[in-house]
């Protein structure tokens, strides 16, 4: 299983998958050293020996990606530090002045943030879609926002405080004949949902590597369709080591949104976390993970005083307690327990009007990679411990 072998740091009950992944496949250390130490080179400059090593490493990270999505260009996929940049670059990239945008009320505020300051500066006009109280969309409700002149639709896979996953292709399938493009917004499911750019007419997919990707922290994807790649503009310039004798940033994928170098150490370590994930198979790990999932759902809905807020499809769960704040049982399982989670708002400004939680904020709970039932078996019994010492019931 992959993240199966724990670090040998310290004893310790990870739940924050949410936020990184941890710990990654040893493969993913070992190459970071490996290309650290022996290496070393930039990638896309130099033609010695070390810089083509370096560049064939991140040529077969971008394969292993496209492979991942299914995009059918690994040329159309860029990299970037993490999950917000990549999303920056795509938002920047395609709209203009005034355009129409729909979003939802999941979104993190890695997208939210650039699309208001584009409502505030750049005149977009912003439709935001509602959630249900467990963080669902509905596509109908995107539908009925839709105008002739819509440039975007942007919405995540899943929401990062309740683990809702979204019907993609419901969404992609109302957007396949119009001018209007899909941006997903895939930080909580790659590397742990299948996910298909064509079947699921995704024109920008954005994710860190950093999380179900097996990647280190330091690492982001943006990939996009023909389509979208003929529509994005570069809104970070500089040195590509290509057409340098021209003051233009280069037109096309991936120059176009790759301005100087690239951290090919951790590209190093992600292209070999997707390696160990691409030869696990795919459905006993659907299969581990819906089975972590459910076991989080019962052992979080059997407390008392404690509301337990789940799409279900993921496991993330989010708490709310009727007479605790969640930063203090955050602290307690941490200090008491050695079990790690997060508690407030998790960077998602709108949905917690949605869900009631707007006031503290959730105790976030997220496995992933690794998670066992065992774990969340001692989650249950630390939340139980901690409820009848607050009396809660
Ligand atoms: C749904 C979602 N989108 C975007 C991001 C931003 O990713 P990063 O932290 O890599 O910038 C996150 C991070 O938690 C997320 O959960």
Same mark, same amino acid.
């Given at each position: 299983?992959?993240?199966? %072998?724990?670090?040998?740091?310290? &004893? ?24 650290? =130490?022996?290496?070393?080179? +930039? ?31 690994? %040329? ?5 530090? /993490?999950?917000?940049?990549?999303? /920056? ?30 409502? &505030? ?40 405080? $309740? ?7 419901? #969404? ?25 750019? %064509? ?74 976390? !997707? ?13 581990? &993970?819906? =089975? ?7 052992? $979080? ?8 807020? $789940? ?21 307690? !399982?941490?200090?008491?327990?050695? #079990?790690?989670? =997060? +508690?407030? !708002?998790?960077?998602?400004? !709108? ?7 707007? $006031? ?15 774990? #969340? ?13 607050? &009396?809660?019931?």
């Amino acid at each position: 299983m992959i993240g199966a %072998q724990a670090s040998e740091t310290r &004893q310790r009950i990870y739940l924050d998958h949410a936020a990184t992944g941890w710990p990654k496949p040893p493969a993913v250390y070992d190459a970071m050293d490996r290309f650290g =130490r022996q290496v070393g080179a +930039s990638a896309g400059r130099g033609a010695y020996r070390s810089a083509s090593i370096a560049d064939e490493i991140v040529a077969s990270c971008r394969r292993r990606l496209a492979r991942l999505i299914n995009n059918p260009s690994p %040329q159309t996929i860029a990299f970037f530090s /993490n999950g917000t940049t990549a999303l /920056n670059a795509a938002v920047f990239g395609v709209l203009g002045d005034g355009d129409h945008v729909i979003t939802t009320a999941i979104e993190h505020n890695s997208l939210l943030r650039p699309l208001h300051w584009l409502v &505030q500066h750049r005149g977009i006009q912003l439709d935001v879609v509602p959630c249900d109280d467990s963080g669902r969309i509905d596509p109908a409700a995107i539908a009925e926002r839709l105008r002739p002149a819509t440039r975007l639709v942007a919405i995540s896979h899943a929401s990062n405080v $309740t683990g809702a996953v979204q019907d993609l292709t419901a #969404i992609g399938d109302l957007l396949r004949s119009r001018n209007t493009l899909l941006l997903c917004d895939a930080a909580q499911t790659l590397g742990y949902l299948p996910i298909d750019m %064509q079947s699921s007419a995704i024109d920008i997919l954005a994710a860190p590597g950093h999380k179900g990707a097996c990647g280190p922290l330091g690492t982001g994807l943006l990939a996009l369709s023909n389509k979208a790649a003929a529509q994005m503009r570069p809104t970070i310039f500089g040195g590509t080591g290509s057409i340098s004798q021209q003051l233009d940033m280069p037109s096309t994928m991936p120059g176009m949104l790759e301005a100087g170098n690239l951290n090919v150490t951790a590209i190093a370590g992600w292209d070999a976390g !997707l390696g160990v994930l691409a030869g696990e198979d795919l459905l006993a790990r659907l299969d581990d &993970q819906k =089975r972590i999932a459910l076991q989080l759902r019962q052992v $979080t809905s059997e407390l008392e005083g404690v509301r337990s807020i $789940t799409g279900g499809d993921l496991p993330i769960v989010s708490l709310v307690f009727d007479a605790v704040d969640v930063a203090m049982v955050a602290t307690l !399982l941490d200090t008491e327990f050695g #079990i790690e989670v =997060r +508690s407030g !708002l998790h960077c998602a400004a !709108l949905i917690h009007d949605f869900l009631g939680t707007a $006031t503290q904020g959730t105790l976030r709970i997220s496995g992933g990679h690794g998670t066992t039932l065992d774990e #969340i078996d001692q989650l249950g019994e630390a939340l139980q411990e901690i409820a009848t010492e607050l &009396q809660l019931g």
